[in-house]
Nanobody, 130 residues
């Protein structure tokens, strides 16, 4: 079973930046599409970004507005989420998720849905103060 461990969260002032990391083990990293989701208190877990297996294509949620960048380093089995110009509304637990190549199709072709992913990390807390 693939394991995902996020890190890099913390407390940051509005306007600051963070780079979250997710290290993947227990599987061949290049076989996984990788996504980031976030969940704020009282809200549903929402899609943030996804990157294809070799990093050639990315998709972002509309709220990103150019502030977030997802990337991956297959040599390090790591996917990253860089968040710039943080705002208090970005406060949430951020989760990485993995989709194995060949997984059943859920109806999405962009992998923006929770049920596109079978494996999840424990999350890392991002808190943005105003």
């Amino acid at each position: 079973q693939v394991q995902l461990v996020e890190s890099g969260g913390g407390l940051v002032q509005a306007g600051g930046s963070l780079r979250l990391s997710c290290v993947v083990s227990g599987g061949t990293f290049s076989r996984y599409t990788m996504g980031w989701f976030r969940q704020a208190p009282g809200k549903e877990r929402e899609f943030v970004a996804v990157i294809t297996r070799i990093g050639g294509s990315t998709t972002y949620a509309d709220f990103v507005k150019g502030r977030f960048t997802i990337s991956r380093d297959n040599a390090k089995n790591t996917v990253y989420l860089e968040i710039n110009n943080l705002a208090p509304e970005d406060t949430a637990v951020y989760y990485c998720a993995a989709r194995l190549v060949g997984s059943p199709w859920t109806g999405s072709m962009l992998y923006t849905r929770r049920d596109d992913y079978a494996d999840w990390g424990q999350g890392t807390q991002v808190t943005v103060s105003s």
